[in-house]
């Protein structure tokens, strides 16, 4: 179970954490990001990952991505927003972090640890990769519209974990008053783990060295998405009539559609309701990127360059 590599004993986390307090566990085995560094480096050097899936942020502010990126002209065509390795090096060293979104959309193993954290859960997964310099912190204190389980990749970062909001209307951004007391201060170390349960104020600043962590975002529905698929439950299967001409004929076509979304509704129980609106998010999980095997496919004859409608151009 993915799970039980993060956070040991399933169980004791689910009762005693989960929603409820933040943690720092000490995972056994090796290291658990299928990301680093060096992964991070190659990525930008390739010169293909662009805005908005790299991001640079100091003192809580996000800084203009024309700083960091750089126009790339294709058949005589401009596009920017292409991260400059070069420049996001330099801002880096200047205090930048780098915050690297939806890893899982382009890093093929963080693709398949999204995936099958996602399928245990029943909850959509998401991955975040940060590169602090030292003494840096990227994200003022806020709070995140899901539930957090990062590990530290390099370096040591010192965490705040402040309780969760007084009332149910809350936003997922900056803390602007008080947080509170932190409900955790520690110093998280490569190859840890630390939880924070979703809407609990949290800020990070690294310490004497460079830090790196991945965030793995295990989304929940909001209402919203309860009322989305409450009406895509109560429209399943109503009758679509041709246009009725009469008054009449209009109040009988409003009577039939009120008798059928109230059937549909009344035998709708919340759990079920729940479950479904879950389920639709789960269907937005980014499948595991796939593996082409386009090597042993050139040896194919289906690839050979004397072979008609070969998808490569022979060498």
């Given at each position: 179970?993915?799970?039980?590599?993060?956070?040991?004993?399933?169980?004791?986390?689910?009762?005693?954490?989960?929603?409820?307090?933040?943690?720092?566990?000490?995972?056994?085995?090796?290291?658990?990001?299928?990301?680093?560094?060096?992964?991070?480096?190659?990525?930008?050097?390739?010169?293909?990952?662009?805005?908005?899936?790299?991001?640079?942020?100091?003192?809580?502010?996000?800084?203009?991505?024309?700083?960091?990126?750089?126009?790339?002209?294709?058949?005589?065509?401009?596009?920017?927003?292409?991260?400059?390795?070069?420049?996001?090096?330099?801002?880096?060293?200047?205090?930048?972090?780098?915050?690297?979104?939806?890893?899982?959309?382009?890093?093929?193993?963080?693709?398949?640890?999204?995936?099958?954290?996602?399928?245990?859960?029943?909850?959509?997964?998401?991955?975040?990769?940060?590169?602090?310099?030292?003494?840096?912190?990227?994200?003022?204190?806020?709070r995140d519209d899901a539930d957090v389980l990062l590990i530290q990749v390099a370096g040591?970062?010192?965490?705040?974990?402040?309780?969760?909001?007084?009332?149910?209307?809350?936003?997922?951004?900056?803390?602007?008053?008080?947080?509170?007391?932190?409900?955790?201060?520690?110093?998280?170390?490569?190859?840890?783990?630390?939880?924070?349960?979703?809407?609990?104020?949290?800020?990070?600043?690294?310490?004497?060295?460079?830090?790196?962590?991945?965030?793995?975002?295990?989304?929940?529905?909001?209402?919203?998405?309860?009322?989305?698929?409450?009406?895509?439950?109560?429209?399943?299967?109503?009758?679509?009539?041709?246009?009725?001409?009469?008054?009449?004929?209009?109040?009988?076509?409003?009577?039939?559609?009120?008798?059928?979304?109230?059937?549909?509704?009344?035998?709708?129980?919340?759990?079920?309701?729940?479950?479904?609106?879950?389920?639709?998010?789960?269907?937005?999980?980014?499948?595991?990127?796939?593996?082409?095997?386009i090597e042993a496919a050139s040896r194919t004859a289906a690839f050979r360059p004397d072979?008609?409608?070969?998808?490569?151009?022979?060498?």
């Amino acid at each position: 179970m993915t799970l039980r590599q993060w956070v040991g004993d399933v169980e004791n986390f689910q009762t005693h954490y989960w929603r409820r307090a933040p943690a720092v566990f000490q995972p056994e085995g090796e290291a658990l990001s299928p990301i680093g560094l060096s992964d991070v480096e190659d990525v930008l050097c390739s010169g293909l990952l662009r805005t908005p899936h790299v991001e640079l942020t100091q003192a809580g502010t996000q800084i203009p991505e024309g700083d960091y990126t750089r126009v790339h002209t294709v058949l005589a065509r401009e596009n920017p927003g292409f991260a400059d390795p070069a420049k996001i090096i330099a801002a880096i060293g200047s205090g930048a972090t780098l915050l690297l979104r939806n890893v899982e959309q382009w890093h093929r193993s963080t693709a398949d640890l999204c995936a099958d954290l996602a399928a245990e859960l029943g909850q959509r997964v998401e991955a975040f990769f940060f590169v602090t310099p030292p003494g840096g912190q990227g994200l003022a204190v806020h709070r995140d519209d899901a539930d957090v389980l990062l590990i530290q990749v390099a370096g040591s970062k010192r965490w705040s974990v402040h309780g969760g909001p007084d009332n149910e209307q809350w936003q997922p951004q900056k803390v602007t008053g008080d947080p509170g007391p932190p409900l955790l201060s520690n110093r998280v170390h490569t190859g840890e783990v630390l939880y924070i349960p979703r809407a609990f104020a949290h800020s990070a600043v690294a310490e004497d060295e460079i830090s790196a962590h991945l965030s793995l975002t295990i989304r929940e529905v909001a209402e919203s998405d309860l009322v989305r698929t409450a009406l895509r439950h109560a429209m399943a299967g109503l009758p679509q009539a041709a246009r009725p001409l009469s008054e009449e004929r209009l109040l009988d076509s409003a009577a039939r559609t009120l008798d059928h979304l109230r059937t549909r509704l009344d035998g709708l129980e919340p759990k079920d309701l729940l479950r479904a609106a879950r389920d639709a998010s789960l269907r937005r999980q980014t499948e595991p990127i796939p593996r082409l095997g386009i090597e042993a496919a050139s040896r194919t004859a289906a690839f050979r360059p004397d072979t008609a409608g070969t998808p490569f151009p022979a060498e």
